[in-house]
């Protein structure tokens, strides 16, 4: 068990299915990955005293998890309108997948302008397109069409009153499948492993187009700025941050739970680091595991949320407690106490 940090969760699947793995394997560990002993530790110790004429030794007391209750996050503005410059770029003929560009894992934005012809009211433009795994089409900043695995056309209406139509596609790589490794062909199944636009079909003429690889490998979170919330912004692909301050950071272990009604999809850091993903939309996990060692105790921490599919308010705010919630019978979860929420803006 434990947890699938950054990009690292993997899938399986074949040529007809794919289901991504959850971030943390830790539900049915005999020692969580926090150092807690945990019922079906105890269950194989007595097994193990019954048929061996043995004295076991006391196991080791792990370090309390501690919680911080609420932290607030506030919006620091949409990849796509703002942040794509802090990021390397790629200008191409054509769309490629992630691996041409030398892309291994995160996200990848595509972008192209194309004259407005022949435009008439209530007359529709079909895009013919594969992808792998899942992501957004959005058309002069408005949300089109959701892609995953299993889409092939998008249509819509060219504005007329554009001289250019902007098109731009955000593909999410859900991760790499691991296992069930044939294809239907016979072939490893590896060798249809590629992420992005696999196959990109239009009646214009549409070239250039961008391609920025949003792999968040050396991105810096502390450059980040607080940007004005609106409800026109593209509700997808943005950052929240917020800070928990040194003096109240401990460098012991804590779960940090990002929860609906504000959060439906993304990453989260701690400071530098990628927890890896979370999805309560989905579920069954709820929190995500945050080893200690990852906190300042003499420097302010920061908590970075990238999310990838609901960003409707200014203002919102994660969780941090003491034990964890991975789902189904297997949850620890308590109902959170209520205390302030500690806001980058009150300190």
Known sequence: GGTNFGFMNGAEG?????????????YDSPISEG???????YSIREFISKYKNVTLPQPPVADDPVSYGKVG?????????EYQESFESYTLPQPVTMEFVNQSYGYIAYEATFETKE???????????????????????????????????????????????LIQIVIGNMGRINYQYRAASGDSIYNHEFRGILHFQ??????????????????????????????DNIPQYCFYKGELPKETASQKDTYVYIELPY????????????????????????????????????????????????????????????????????SRYVPPYQEETIFLSNL
Not at 35 to 41: I, R
Not at 73 to 81: D, I, P, Q, R, T
Not at 121 to 148: C, P, R, V, W
């Open 14 to 26: 074949d040529a007809t299915h794919y289901s991504p793995w959850i971030t943390s394997y830790d």
């Open 35 to 41: 150092g807690e002993l945990t019922d079906k530790y």
């Open 73 to 81: 996050l506030e919006y620091y503005g949409n990849v796509l309108n």
């Open 119 to 165: 435009c008439k009211e209530n007359f529709t433009t079909t895009f013919n397109l594969s992808i792998q795994d899942e992501g957004h089409f959005y058309l002069n900043s408005k949300l089109i069409a959701l892609l995953d695995r299993k889409s092939s056309n998008v249509t819509f209406q060219k504005d007329c009153s554009l001289a250019t139509q």
């Open 202 to 231: 239009a009646l214009e003429e549409i070239t250039p187009w961008r391609l920025t690889p949003l792999s968040f490998i050396d991105f810096k979170y502390n450059s980040l700025n607080r940007s004005k919330f609106s409800q």
């Open 263 to 330: 959060f439906h999809k993304g990453i989260a850091f701690i400071n530098d680091f990628n927890l890896g993903r979370y999805w309560p939309v989905e579920g069954p996990q709820k929190s995500l595991y945050v080893p200690g060692v990852l906190f300042n105790t003499n420097s302010t921490n920061y908590i970075t949320i990238f999310e990838t599919a609901h960003c409707t308010a200014d203002k919102v705010y994660v969780n941090f407690l003491n034990v964890p919630d991975l789902g189904g019978s297997n």
